[in-house]
């Protein structure tokens, strides 16, 4: 069997969750499971990964719909050895996705609206999601405007977590379906591009024996589970035959 077999395999055996999850069940988020593949502890800040692109990928993952979520599964292995020293180019990156794509594409879809509900609902002493977008709609937008702010490690950290914050916002409140589609992909394809920086960076390489080591792993997991969920019913049983013996 092939090693792209093999992870399909495995990505069939794991359920990407909301938080670090729980490796036992085979639940984890997309850090852990980096952590997972990468061979170390249950972690969902592995050693290997890029500072800037976890923080990203923590909230998207954190943010989505459980079916959309599952679609970050194969971004994992490409997570691996992403703390390469490139995250001012990932930053660069984003600081021109928002410039010329994200900022924009709010103004259309929310524009003086969102500002003018904002208002309505604040004079109400509310706090709506239009207010949260406007909040971080304004920090992307200075934080590009003072691209210097975001050279240091603090700075990128910062533009990466307000850029995945303000594309899950955007999704979440907007109405529209197509819409809301448009800033889940957008914060997909921008995880995509993350993991693609880097002079020539070699993609991680499995060996076969490793991916078979987790996929024992994980079928332990299932067996253990499996006992566990027929000795319940055992005793289910055994409950219900009670009142017939007496």
Not at 3 to 8: I, S
Not at 58 to 75: G, T, W, Y
Not at 107 to 112: I, L, M, P, R, S
Not at 193 to 221: H, I, Y
Request: proline share 5%; with cysteine.
């Amino acid at each position: 069997m092939t090693v792209d077999a093999r992870l399909e395999r495995l990505y069939r055996q794991v359920e990407l969750v909301r938080g670090a999850g729980n490796r036992k069940r085979g639940r984890l988020c997309i850090m852990s499971f980096v952590a997972f593949l990468a061979e170390e502890h249950h972690t969902d800040n592995p050693c290997t990964a890029s500072v800037l692109i976890r923080q990203f990928a923590i909230i998207v993952n954190d943010e989505m719909p459980d079916h959309l979520r599952q679609q970050l599964k194969p971004f994992a292995p490409r997570i691996i050895g992403t703390r390469d020293g490139q995250d001012r180019l990932r930053a660069e990156l984003l600081m021109n996705a928002a410039r010329l794509d994200i900022l924009p594409r709010i103004a259309v879809d929310f524009g003086e609206d969102a500002q003018r509900q904002a208002n309505l609902r604040r004079a109400c002493g509310d706090l709506p999601k239009m207010e949260v977008l406007i909040d971080l709609r304004d920090k992307a937008a200075s934080l590009v405007l003072h691209a210097r702010s975001a050279a240091g490690m603090s700075g990128q950290e910062e533009l990466a977590s307000i850029l995945a914050r303000l594309l899950t916002h955007c999704a979440k409140t907007a109405t529209d379906p197509a819409c809301r589609d448009w800033y889940w992909l957008k914060a997909i394809e921008l995880l995509d591009r993350l993991c693609d920086v880097g002079p020539d960076r070699p993609q991680p390489q499995f060996q076969p024996e490793r991916l078979a080591s987790l996929e024992a792993f994980l079928k332990r997991r299932e067996d253990v589970q499996r006992r566990k969920t027929r000795v319940a019913a055992a005793l289910v049983r055994a409950r219900s035959l009670i009142p017939a013996l007496w």
